[in-house]
């Protein structure tokens, strides 16, 4: 039974800062966890991905400016997110599946069969 447990949400006005934190259990192996967010009326969007190796992957919007990791067990999953804007508001979860994760995964949330409850963002 995989369990995904988010945290690290808030309020912070823009140029601002938060680090968003999942932490990840009953999953023995999880070749790849991704951040995504939905806003208000928006359709789920992927954020970051990283793969077991490393390798990361990031939506054009926050390149640059969040970071996606994980500790060396790779049982906690996080967002550093940097020069936070408005248009960055939105519930926050976390996900993963056994397959490798490309640039392409971003988009294919349905791809990721464990969901995490969300941790919401709101930069105003």
């Known amino acids: 039974h995989v369990q995904l447990v988010e945290s690290g949400g808030g309020s912070v006005q823009p140029g601002g800062s938060l680090r968003l934190s999942c932490a990840a259990s009953?999953?023995?192996?999880?070749?790849?966890m991704g951040w995504f967010r939905q806003a208000p009326g928006k359709e789920r969007e992927g954020v970051a991905v990283i793969n077991s190796d490393g390798s990361t992957e990031y939506a054009d919007s926050v390149k640059g400016r969040f970071t996606i990791s994980q500790d060396n067990t790779k049982n906690t999953l996080f967002l550093q997110m940097n020069s936070l804007k408005p248009e960055d508001t939105a519930m926050y979860y976390c996900?993963?599946?056994?397959?490798?994760?490309?640039?392409?995964?971003?988009?294919?949330?349905?791809?990721?069969?464990?969901w995490g409850q969300g941790t919401q963002v709101t930069v105003s």
């Open positions: 996900a993963t599946r056994s397959a490798r994760c490309i640039r392409a995964s971003l988009l294919r949330t349905t791809s990721f069969p464990y």
């Open positions: 009953g999953y023995t192996y999880r070749n790849c």
